[in-house]
């Protein structure tokens, strides 16, 4: 636990280094909402790229991840509908409960990934995330579409946003320079190497400059329950699945820690332009990220 906790405090740390500095509005003007895009469009796809690009992973990796991943969102989806038929909410209020309990912040995770478990962990970690990203985005907008603004739940550009999706790009890009052991000259090695170094703790500063902490006044039932699910129980069925489905090892860690993280801060502009509750989900995002800092290292600690 002590190597755990050690591993994960620098994750968290640039995360609170990340909010503070916006609170206090440096370094100034609009530098964060632009480091974001930069980070977003720029640092993690190169990242992406150049770490699955040296990865030689077997080709029954990227079957048992998928095949986990998908017994995952299943079982959870199973999970929040029956709270939803306990609870009864309202679906722009269930649209954010679900959202909060099955997305994942991918910058903590694939950082995570890389000081918990190295490179291996972290090439693992980018093969999850590019193939839950477009399963959650595509089950996201089909539970928009059947409980909140259903004329508003259109696929066509939501399909446009997964292909072009930079994250998902960069892993393609990685998976099939691995696939083929293209490797890298020194010159292009020299110039991904300090980017992909850079994405890291610049994800995270970015995920702290965007939380929104007036947004957990007056948490109620629904952030309770999402924050349960997704923190505690999601990595509980993702444990239990992995078993049953007679998986072992370092993938099996690598599932297990991204089910544990906090929701995606992608999930309010969802809210937002779905027909969900934005507010609520903005608590969503900040109190699981804030809650995250004790249960990751807790859960980690009990399925590792």
Not at 206 to 223: I, N
Not at 277 to 303: E, H, K, N, V, Y
Request: net charge positive; hydrophobic share 60%; charged share 10%.
């Amino acid at each position: 636990m002590p190597v755990m906790v050690q591993a994960l405090v620098p994750v968290f740390v640039l995360i609170l280094l990340g909010h503070l500095f916006r609170r206090w509005d440096f370094p100034g003007g609009d530098f964060w909402p632009r480091a974001e895009r930069f980070t977003y469009y720029v640092l993690f796809p190169a990242m992406l790229v150049f770490k699955l690009g040296q990865a030689r992973l077997p080709a029954s990796a990227y079957t048992d991840i998928a095949l986990l991943v998908c017994a995952m969102l299943v079982a959870m989806t199973l999970a929040l509908s029956i709270a939803q038929w306990f609870w009864k909410w309202s679906g722009p209020v269930f649209s954010s409960v679900f959202q909060g309990a099955i997305r994942f912040n991918s910058y903590v995770g694939l950082a995570a990934g890389g000081m918990l478990l190295g490179d291996e962990g972290l090439s693992l970690a980018a093969i999850a995330v590019a193939i839950m990203v477009p399963l959650l985005n595509l089950l996201c907008i089909l539970m928009f579409s059947l409980v909140a603004s259903q004329d508003r739940a259109r696929f066509g550009p939501v399909m446009k946003a997964i292909v072009t999706n930079p994250l998902i790009v960069g892993s393609v890009i990685g998976v099939v320079w691995s696939f083929f052991e293209i490797g890298f000259h020194p010159l292009v090695a020299g110039i991904l190497a300090p980017l992909s170094n850079l994405a890291l703790p610049m994800g995270l500063m970015t995920v702290g400059a965007g939380l929104q902490m007036k947004a957990l006044r007056g948490a109620s039932m629904p952030f309770l329950v999402s924050s349960v699910l997704k923190l505690f129980a999601f990595p509980l069925m993702a444990a239990g699945l992995a078993l049953m489905l007679g998986l072992d090892g370092l993938l099996v860690q690598v599932v297990i820690l991204l089910a544990t993280l906090p929701t995606a801060t992608s999930a309010y502009i969802l809210a937002r332009q779905l027909g969900g509750d934005a507010p609520l989900m903005a608590g969503i995002i900040s109190g699981q990220t804030l809650f995250a800092m004790a249960s990751i290292p807790l859960m980690l600690g009990i399925l590792w």
